[in-house]
């Protein structure tokens, strides 16, 4: 996940935490059901593998 993918991390995650905020729930639940959705290792969605770099990195080294 480069600068860009943590940019949009952090970004909806704020307004997740603003959204829940209203509904009258923690901000922090929204925060951690973005970071879970969208997080290295959370339901597949990223296409970067980092176990694959790493791997990579060890047959090289």
Do not use: C, Y
Not at 11 to 33: H, K, S, V
């Amino acid at each position: 996940m480069g600068w860009f993918g943590l940019a949009e991390l952090l970004i909806l995650a704020l307004l997740t935490d603003g959204l829940f905020r209203r509904l009258g729930l923690p901000g922090l639940i929204g925060m951690l059901l973005v970071g879970i959705a969208l997080g290295q290792s959370g339901l597949g969605l990223s296409r970067v593998k980092p176990l694959g770099r790493l791997a990579s990195i060890k047959l090289a080294g």
